[in-house]
Every structure is written in C-alpha cells, then in structure tokens.
C-alpha cells in the first residue's frame, strides 16, 4: 500500500545526494512508524494519531533516538507524503534528560 511512498522516498534521498546513514535511518524510522500504524496508508493518517505516535516515541526512547525519528517524520512528510501542513501543527518539543531542568527544548530537524 506504501510502497510508492518508499520508492519517491529513495528518489529523493539519492537525489539529494543523503549519505548511506541517513538513508538506512530514514528508511528504518519510517517503517517502524509504518508498522506501529498496522501498514495504514501515510496519506490517511490523521493528526491526532500522529501526535500520539510522537508522544509514544517521546515515552519509550532516548532524546537520540526519538530525535532521530522525528526528523525522519518531518523530512517524509514535507517531501513525500506533501502534509506538510499536518507537521507545522505539532508541537515538536521534546523534555531535557533527567537530571537536567523541566523546560522544554525545540527540537532542530
């Protein structure tokens, strides 16, 4: 069902000239969003499912990590899936490691 999605992502990866890393994180965040969302289409899933996937992220990973797959999130859905809009929406903030301060810090992607 996805499968054009994946392919105009490797297009434009190759295109961009991304190195081999960002290509097989990129690749590696989005499916597993995939997979969390039991193969939705990209197209059809809706804001707040996205916030909740963020939120799970946010709970169950490092800063690293869930900053890793945020910006794989933000770059597939500004320039392939072209619901940009749905990203400018989020708040994309992401609270310090323990020890440090409560304040929230944006994230960069």
Request: proline fraction near 0%.
């Given at each position: 069902?996805?499968?054009?999605?994946?392919?105009?992502?490797?297009?434009?990866?190759?295109?961009?000239?991304?190195?081999?890393?960002?290509?097989?994180?990129?690749?590696?965040?989005?499916?597993?969003?995939?997979?969390?969302?039991?193969?939705?289409?990209?197209?059809?899933?809706?804001?707040?499912?996205?916030?909740?996937?963020?939120?799970?992220?946010?709970?169950?990973?490092?800063?690293?990590?869930?900053?890793?797959?945020?910006?794989?999130?933000?770059?597939?859905?500004?320039?392939?899936?072209?619901?940009?809009?749905m990203l400018e929406?989020?708040?994309?903030?992401?609270i310090k490691e323990k020890?440090?301060?409560?304040?929230?810090?944006?994230?960069?992607?």
């Amino acid at each position: 069902m996805n499968r054009k999605f994946y392919n105009a992502l490797e297009h434009l990866l190759e295109t961009e000239g991304k190195s081999k890393g960002t290509y097989r994180e990129y690749f590696a965040n989005i499916c597993y969003m995939e997979k969390y969302f039991n193969n939705k289409n990209f197209k059809d899933i809706t804001l707040e499912e996205l916030k909740s996937y963020i939120n799970y992220l946010d709970k169950e990973y490092s800063k690293t990590t869930y900053n890793n797959h945020v910006a794989a999130i933000r770059y597939f859905y500004k320039n392939v899936v072209k619901k940009k809009s749905m990203l400018e929406v989020l708040n994309l903030k992401r609270i310090k490691e323990k020890g440090q301060t409560n304040e929230k810090e944006k994230i960069s992607c």
